[in-house]
Every structure is written in structure tokens, then in C-alpha cells.
């Protein structure tokens, strides 16, 4: 197992946002949360990648805790809201800073604009750009470097149709080289295409 997690809850502000959740995902697998807003799915990516605080029951994470700490973050990758872009840096020059960061990458920048379709964008700054352009840059920087998990949270989110279809093939090749997904989505033609096995909550 990838991800083992059992009877997770987690209280904030005197209120239940998640209650007795279980989930169980091995290698090679696509999971998608789906819910309606408030059922608790950003919080609950948020406590397989340890940043959660209020948090009860059992999480494993490639057999340990998930744990803020530059070990973990080898292995795993969150996608939440739009990131902190670094400024004046182009779209070129984000991409190029994953694999140094990282020392490695999984696919080559030239390769990674192509397939997010960032090409006509690559010497321009991610301000200037639209939000489905961010939107494919942060996918791209997310899956341009090693990882094994990746915690999307509505990696749809301001993408067109012919976009997310592509999106769709790109998880379903990461979980066929042995990569796993958890993904919190609203958006039901991803989790088909994907083949994912969902995980529905419902608000408390």
C-alpha cells in the first residue's frame, strides 16, 4: 500500500470537517475524492500530506507518517491552490527549476511545454497568462519532476474540455509507470476517463 489511512477526523473551530474516513490505495492506483464543497477533500489531501493539524486516527504514507520534511516531499507532490510564482521568471525558466532542484526530471522542459501546451508561452511570465495557462503550468512543474504520489486538488480547475481530456491520459500513463493519484475533483468525465475508483464524502 501506497496510502493507508483509517478513521480519520479532523475538527476545526469547534466543527467536524472530516469523521471516520478510510482509505486504502497501492501502487499504480488513481483515486478520486469527489464530494460536495465542504465534504472535507482539500482537507483531506491535506492530511495525507502531513501540513494537516486537528487530526485523529491512522495515516501511512509509504508505511510512515506523512511528515513535513524534504524526504517525503522526494516522493510526493501536492497540487492545492495556484503556488507563489517566482518573480520574473518565465514560464521556460520554472519548468528548468524543478529538475534542479530535484536532481532529476521525468520528462525534458521541451517536452513538458509541448505536452501541457505551453509552448507559445515559454518566455512568458505565469502573471501575464490566463488561468488555465497557470493551471497547465502548475501540472506541469508537478509532474515534471521524480515523484511516486501525487495529491491533486481539482487539477480540472480552469481547464477546457479538450485540456482535460488530455490531463486525463497523462494520470492514467503516471499510474501506468507505477505512480499513484489521489485527486480531489467535482468533475465526473476526469474520474471515467482516468479510471479512477472513487471515494465520495459527504459534508458533516
Not at 511570465?125 to 519532476?145: E, K, N
Not at 485540456?163 to 475533483?185: I, K, Q
Amino acid at each position: 500500500m501506497i496510502v493507508e489511512a483509517r478513521d480519520v477526523g479532523v475538527e476545526l473551530g469547534g466543527g467536524q470537517v472530516l469523521a471516520g474516513v478510510g482509505l486504502r490505495v497501492g501502487r499504480g492506483e488513481i483515486v478520486a475524492v469527489t464530494g460536495e464543497n465542504g465534504a472535507g477533500k482539500s482537507t483531506l489531501l491535506r492530511c495525507l500530506a502531513g501540513l494537516q493539524g486537528g487530526v485523529s486516527g491512522d495515516i501511512a504514507v509509504f508505511a510512515r507518517p506523512p511528515v513535513d520534511e524534504p524526504g517525503f516531499w522526494r516522493d510526493v507532490v501536492l497540487l492545492e491552490d495556484e503556488p507563489a510564482w517566482y518573480p520574473g521568471l518565465t514560464v521556460r525558466e520554472h519548468l528548468e527549476l524543478m529538475p534542479s532542484v530535484h536532481g532529476a526530471a521525468r520528462m525534458e522542459v521541451g517536452a513538458a511545454l509541448a505536452a501541457f501546451g505551453l509552448d507559445e508561452a515559454a518566455d512568458r511570465v505565469p502573471t501575464a497568462m490566463s488561468t488555465g495557462q497557470r493551471q497547465r503550468l502548475s501540472l506541469a512543474m508537478s509532474l515534471i519532476r521524480p515523484s511516486r504520489l501525487l495529491l491533486l486538488d481539482e487539477p480540472e480547475r480552469g481547464l477546457d474540455p479538450a485540456f482535460r481530456t488530455r490531463l486525463a491520459a497523462t494520470l492514467a500513463g503516471y499510474a501506468r509507470e507505477g505512480g499513484t493519484v489521489v485527486m480531489a475533483t467535482h468533475d465526473p468525465d476526469l474520474v471515467a476517463a482516468t479510471g479512477a475508483r472513487e471515494l465520495r464524502l459527504r459534508a458533516s
